[in-house]
């Protein structure tokens, strides 16, 4: 299947392109569900267009739309949003990487979420949340006997936050 998308890129680029980049009144999705969607949104009107499979638009697009609706528009939980806003808070005001330890943020987390840190549990989520957030990778991270320390660029975290449509604290 894989092979055949390949392939279908390759052949009809263009088209495949024009209903992504160039036709925003394909859907009417919004922030990260627009993210989300796009692509198989451009895919759906294509395979309709040039494959004559009807409804498939629709279909797509109704099923995004209710996605969106489900979802409030947000791919993060609480938890994760709270991430964010603690390291905006922790890189406010500097332009360049930031080491921070992971008890630092877990505390800010959970002040932010009106927790105390033993309720928010062990730190190992908060590795788990900058790796899925591309904030930080291995080259990244430093262990130490008190705990480990991530290296935090703070332009990547006003991006996520502007993708992910966090408002900061």
């Known amino acids: 299947m894989?092979?055949?998308?390949?392939t279908l890129a390759l052949t009809h680029f263009k088209t495949v392109?024009?209903?992504?980049?160039?036709?925003?009144?394909?859907?009417?999705l919004h922030?990260?569900?627009g993210e989300l969607w796009s692509p198989l949104v451009a895919l759906a009107a294509f395979f309709e267009e040039q494959g004559g499979i009807s409804s498939l638009l629709?279909?797509?697009a109704t099923t995004a739309e209710m996605d969106e609706q489900i979802s409030e528009g947000k791919a993060l939980s609480a938890r994760e949003e709270a991430v964010l806003q603690a390291l905006?808070?922790?890189?406010?005001?500097r332009n360049q990487l930031t080491w921070i330890k992971a008890n630092d943020l877990r505390e800010r987390v959970a002040r932010l979420l009106g927790q105390t840190s033993d309720r928010m549990?062990?730190?190992q989520w908060i590795g788990h949340i900058i790796?899925?957030?591309?904030?930080?990778?291995?080259?990244r991270r430093k262990r130490a006997n008190d705990g480990i320390t991530y290296a935090i660029q703070p332009e990547e975290v006003l991006d996520m936050m502007r993708r992910y449509?966090?408002?900061p604290v």
């Not at 894989?2 to 390949?6: A, D, E, F, G, K």
């Not at 160039?22 to 009417?28: N, Y």
């Not at 905006?88 to 005001?93: D, H, M, N, P």
Request: proline residues 2%.
């Open 2 to 6: 894989r092979h055949q998308l390949y």
């Open 17 to 28: 392109y024009t209903n992504y980049a160039e036709r925003p009144t394909l859907h009417t």
């Open 31 to 33: 922030n990260r569900s």
């Open 58 to 60: 629709q279909a797509i």
């Open 88 to 93: 905006e808070l922790l890189t406010r005001g």
């Open 121 to 123: 549990g062990d730190g």
């Open 131 to 139: 790796k899925r957030l591309h904030l930080a990778d291995e080259g």
């Open 165 to 167: 449509d966090v408002v």
